[in-house]
C-alpha cells in the first residue's frame, strides 16, 4: 500500500478543499501497483455528505462567525466537524482484490480496531450502518463508493473531539439520534483518549497516527513506507480540482431548491431521506432527494425518473420495477421508497 501526503513545499495542507482535491485526483489520476491511503487533517471545518442539504445540516451562522470552511464530499453519509486535533484516513483499494469490504464497514475497520487493540482499547466494535463505537459511542464513521473499478473509502478518527464545538455546528437530525435511544450528540459520541492504556495517555494525533500507518502499512518506521510524492504537475491538477470543486459555492451550497412538499424519515439500514416534491396534475412536477444515505449511481438519475410520473401507486411502481432502486439510495426497497413518495397531503394524491 501506497503513502500519500498532503505535503507541499515541505509543509502539511491543512485546507480542506485542497485535501478534498488531493483525494479526488488520486482517485481518478493516480494508478499506481498498489492500494493507496491518504492521511488528513484540515483546520476546523465541516464535511458534508454528496446528499446532503447544507442549510439543513449545518448551523451557517456559526460557521460563518468562526471562519470555518464547509466542504461537500464525493461520497454519502453524514456531515462530520473536522478539525486538527484528531485525523482522517482516506484509501483506494483494488476491488477486486478487496471484494470482501465494499458494502461492509466491519471489514473497513478490521485493520484499525486490531491497531488499536494493540493500544488497550476495549469494546471498540462497527454498529450501525458505518460508524466505529467504542463502549457505545461514536469515535468514527466512515463512507465508501466504488469509482474506477476501486473503493473509495474513508472515515474520521476521533482522539480529542472539541465536543462544545460539534454541538454548536452540526444541526442534529432528531430522528437519528432517537433512533439510538441517546437524547443529544454530545452522549453519541465518544473519545479514543480515554481508551487508551495508561503509558499512551500523552500520545498526540502525530504521534498516534505515525502508529497507525505503520499498522496500516506492516512497516516498523514510516521510513520503510511505499511512498506516492505529489508532483508540481499533481499539485497544478489538484489546484484546479479545488477551484472547480471543493472551494465552489455552486458545488457546496448550492442545487437546493424550494418545494410545495417535504418528506422526511429516518430508515433503519439506509439513512435519513429528505424528499422535496413539486406536484402539478397529480404528477410529480419536480423532486430533489437528499440525506445521508450511501449510493453507488447518480441520485439526479433517479429524480429524473421520477419526474412526470402520477404520484399514484402501480404508476410509481412500474418505473422503479426497470431500476435498481438500491444502486441509488443503498439498501431501499421500492415499497419504503412509494410509501414515502405518497405520504403528502392527500388532496394531492391520486390514490
Not at 20 to 30: K, W
Not at 57 to 74: G, I, S, T
Not at 115 to 123: H, R, S, T
Amino acid at each position: 500500500m501506497y503513502l500519500i501526503e498532503p505535503i507541499r513545499n515541505g509543509e502539511w495542507i491543512y485546507n480542506q478543499g485542497l485535501l478534498m482535491a488531493i483525494q479526488s485526483y488520486a482517485r481518478d489520476h493516480l494508478f499506481l501497483d498498489d492500494d493507496i491511503v491518504f492521511p488528513y487533517m484540515p483546520k476546523p471545518s465541516v464535511q458534508i455528505g454528496l446528499f446532503q442539504n447544507a442549510y439543513e445540516e449545518v448551523n451557517l451562522p456559526y460557521l460563518e462567525e468562526h471562519k470555518m470552511d464547509l466542504v461537500r464530499r464525493e461520497t454519502g453519509g453524514g456531515a462530520i466537524y473536522l478539525d486538527d486535533k484528531n485525523m482522517s484516513f482516506c484509501f483506494l483499494l483494488d476491488s477486486e482484490n478487496h471484494s470482501d469490504v465494499f458494502g461492509n464497514y466491519a471489514k473497513l475497520y478490521e485493520p484499525v480496531i486490531r491497531a488499536l487493540e494493540k493500544l488497550g482499547v476495549k469494546n471498540i466494535e462497527q454498529k450501525g450502518r458505518n460508524d466505529l463505537t467504542l463502549n457505545g459511542q461514536k469515535i468514527s464513521g466512515a463512507a465508501m463508493t466504488i469509482v474506477h473499478g476501486r473503493i473509495y473509502a474513508g472515515y474520521s478518527l476521533l482522539l480529542d473531539p472539541d465536543f462544545e464545538t460539534m454541538e454548536a455546528v452540526l444541526t442534529p437530525n432528531y430522528k437519528k439520534i432517537s433512533s439510538h435511544g441517546i437524547k443529544s450528540v454530545r452522549a453519541r459520541v465518544g473519545s479514543l483518549r480515554q481508551a487508551l492504556r495508561e503509558e499512551d495517555q500523552n500520545i498526540d494525533v502525530w504521534e498516534l497516527t505515525d502508529y497507525l500507518l505503520r499498522e496500516l502499512l506492516q512497516v516498523d518506521d514510516l521510513e520503510q513506507a511505499k511512498r506516492y510524492v505529489l508532483s508540481e504537475k499533481d499539485w497544478k491538477a489538484i489546484d484546479e480540482i479545488a477551484a472547480k470543486t471543493y472551494n465552489n459555492w455552486d458545488w457546496n451550497y448550492g442545487r437546493f431548491k424550494n418545494f410545495d412538499y417535504q418528506v422526511n424519515e429516518r430508515i433503519e439500514g439506509v439513512g435519513t431521506l429528505h424528499i422535496g416534491l413539486s406536484i402539478q396534475n397529480a404528477k410529480i412536477y419536480d423532486v430533489q432527494i437528499s440525506g445521508d444515505f450511501f449510493s453507488i449511481k447518480s441520485i439526479q438519475e433517479l429524480e429524473e425518473l421520477l419526474r412526470d410520473t402520477r404520484l399514484k401507486q402501480s404508476d410509481l411502481l412500474a418505473v422503479l420495477e426497470n431500476i435498481d432502486l438500491s444502486s441509488y439510495i443503498s439498501r431501499l426497497d421500492n415499497e419504503t421508497f412509494i410509501n414515502l413518495l405518497l405520504n403528502i397531503p392527500k388532496e394531492e394524491n391520486c390514490d
